[in-house]
T-cell receptor, first 113, second 112 residues
Framework: EADIYQTPRYLVIGTGKKITLECSQT?????MYWYQQDPGMELHLIHY???????EKGDLSSESTVSRIRTEHFPLTLESARPSHTSQYLC????????????FGNGTRLTVT | DQQVKQNSPSLSVQEGRISILNCDYT??????FLWYKKYPAEGPTFLIS?????DKNEDGRFTVFLNKSAKHLSLHIVPSQPGDSAVYFC???????????FGTGTRLTVIP
């Protein structure tokens, strides 16, 4: 039973389109994250947030942007999709206490043609 | 440069036997280590963690061992079950860090 929800699960879109990947969690977690994963590779952090109105870039450079207007919602936006953005995007959340495990959604597999 | 390494991309084990998955790390500042399991088309699921003040943590069939001097950790699954077939990721972080560093995963296949 998922407490963190990502939509859509799969998305195929043309180059130049603007897209928003949705992520919501019902656990009341303060910390939320976006990771990117290519097949057979490790997960890379692209964005994180420690609470409302807090957003930071992760270790992997990304052309995407995020917002955190509500605790439970952490959408990721690509203003102009390119084939290089084709990947799996995983949203996660965790409690504020350190250390705390991350809980992941089921991911969005994005294909840009 | 990869800070967490899983050098075995795949492992096959007979049902009922022990599965041992290995992970090495390079950053001596890491003090919190986790294992995740991932089924196809799903996100990673948290399995078990260990902090650097311990060298062993057990949860049912799953035990994680940490060897700080060797910068090595392992996950033991006993007895292995077909439902354990999945990709297992090792992850690590340091105190106050904003990031978990992940390995590339090991695909475990448990043969009935």
């Amino acid at each position: 039973e998922a407490d963190i929800y990502q939509t859509p699960r799969y998305l195929v879109i043309g180059t130049g389109k603007k897209i928003t990947l949705e992520c919501s969690q019902t656990m009341g977690h303060d910390k939320m994250y976006w990771y990117q994963q290519d097949p057979g590779m490790e997960l890379h952090l692209i964005h994180y947030s420690y609470g409302v109105n807090s957003t930071e870039k992760g270790d992997l450079s990304s052309e995407s942007t995020v917002s955190r207007i509500r605790t439970e919602h952490f959408p990721l936006t690509l203003e102009s999709a390119r084939p290089s953005h084709t990947s799996q995007y995983l949203c996660a959340s965790s409690e504020y206490r350190d250390p705390s495990p991350l809980h992941f959604g089921n991911g969005t597999r994005l294909t840009v043609t | 440069d990869q800070q967490v390494k899983q050098n075995s991309p795949s492992l096959s084990v007979q049902e009922g036997r022990i599965s041992i998955l290995n992970c090495d790390y390079t950053n001596s500042m890491f003090d919190y280590f986790l294992w995740y399991k991932k089924y196809p088309a799903e996100g990673p699921t948290f399995l078990i963690s260990i902090s650097s003040i311990k060298d062993k943590n057990e949860d049912g069939r799953f035990t994680v061992f940490l060897n700080k001097s060797a910068k090595h950790l392992s996950l033991h699954i006993v007895p292995s079950q077909p439902g354990d077939s999945a990709v297992y990721f090792c992850a690590a972080s340091g105190t106050g860090a904003n990031n978990l560093f992940f390995g590339t995963g090991t695909r475990l296949t448990v043969i009935p």
